[in-house]
């Protein structure tokens, strides 16, 4: 089992910048993709920003630009930098990993709540 704990989500004006952090309970290189998701309000949940199994990243093309996916291999966490923030951008921000051992493995964190106000 996989534990993802996320922390960083808040209020925020149009234009801001806020950081998301997601800390896993296991070491991060045995997760082959790790990322941020995000739910709007009546919207499906969608990939912001990722690091593939190959090690590149992978973003929305609302986001490019804009928000920054990085690591902390030695802390097991990934970090979602997001900048210039939009309206559009208020949702909840979760934190996924998956894990590829003869069958896949979904994890999620509880989620953040990232409000950007105008």
């Known amino acids: 089992q996989v534990q993802l704990v996320e922390s960083g989500g808040g209020l925020v004006q149009t234009g801001g910048s806020l950081r998301l952090s997601c800390a896993a309970s296991?070491?991060?290189?045995?997760?082959?993709?790790m990322g941020w998701y995000r739910q709007a309000p009546g919207k499906q949940r969608e990939l912001v920003a990722a690091f593939t199994s190959g090690g590149s990243t992978n973003y929305a093309d609302s986001v490019k630009g804009r928000f920054t996916i990085s690591r902390d291999n030695a802390k097991n966490t990934v970090y979602l930098q997001m900048s210039s923030l939009k309206t559009e951008d208020t949702a909840v921000y979760y934190c996924?990993?998956?894990?590829?051992?003869?069958?896949?493995?979904?994890?999620w964190g509880q989620g953040t709540q990232v409000t950007v106000s105008s």
């Open positions: 296991i070491n991060i290189f045995s997760i082959n993709t």
């Open positions: 996924n990993a998956e894990i590829v051992r003869f069958r896949r493995y979904d994890y």
